[in-house]
């Protein structure tokens, strides 16, 4: 049985549209900006309470092959894909990404609520190298992919962000942040690679990328900081403070 069998489409309420949002608010990382990409693994998680995700991922050939992965969950624990806001029924931040990618990857030809209703015949089990904490080193696992995504490509607006590390709390079994740096790539947008333009141009007909130059106008080369001292935190790999 599929991972998309965990996920609750929400029936019978008015969605509201997402907007292309430009945003705000380690290991090697490149710069905040736009970049061409190949979608090499798509894969199916689920968090221990319950979450779907989807991981994917890229390769990005105008900087050496530089491989970009990342987890994006599109479900509540309880499967549940939307949250309501004002009285008003909205898809999650992470479906509406996900969404966008698959729209835009696809040139319209899917979406997600398609891949989640077909269910498990939207994936199939492959076997890759993916690293095995118990091991400590590559090992080959079985993965439910959506391989129709494979090989597609887009461009991604990629975000280089500084954020607190995190660890976990042995007494309430919590990730909870602690006073050190971690910085990481994040993807924030999809636009497709010959037009530029979002899975929402696309959608509403548009001809001009506009959304695109607002996005490179706000962040090309911008490192997005949200590192902040938590009081009575301790520093990475030190004993908890009382």
Do not use: C
């Amino acid at each position: 049985m599929s991972i998309f069998s965990k996920v609750v489409q929400s029936e019978n309420k008015k969605i509201e549209a997402a907007k292309d949002v430009v945003g705000g608010g380690g290991s090697f990382t490149i710069p905040s900006g736009i970049y061409p990409a190949e979608i090499m693994l798509a894969i199916l998680r689920q968090s221990e309470g319950g979450a779907v995700a989807l991981e994917v991922h890229y390769k990005l050939p105008t900087h050496n092959d530089f491989k970009l992965r990342e987890t994006t969950y599109f479900t509540k624990k309880t499967g549940e894909t939307t949250y309501e806001h004002d009285g008003k029924v909205f898809h999650l931040p992470g479906y509406t990404l996900l969404d966008n990618l698959i729209r835009v990857a696809t040139e319209g030809g899917g979406t997600l609520a398609d891949m989640i209703e077909e269910g498990e015949n939207a994936t199939e089990t492959v076997t890759v190298k993916l690293y095995d904490p118990e091991q400590k080193r590559e090992a080959p696992t079985d993965v439910e992919a959506v391989t129709a995504l494979h090989g597609l490509k887009i461009d991604l607006a990629v975000i280089e962000r500084d954020e607190n590390k995190t660890e976990k709390n042995k007494s309430t079994g919590e990730y909870e942040p602690v006073n050190e740096v971690r910085t990481l790539n994040t993807v924030s947008n999809v636009f497709d690679s010959a037009t530029g333009l979002t899975a929402n141009e696309m959608a509403a007909g548009e001809s001009e990328a506009k959304f695109k130059a607002d996005w490179l106008k706000k962040w090309d080369g911008v490192k997005d900081s949200r590192y902040k001292e938590v009081a009575g935190a301790a520093s990475s790999g030190s004993p908890k403070a009382a």
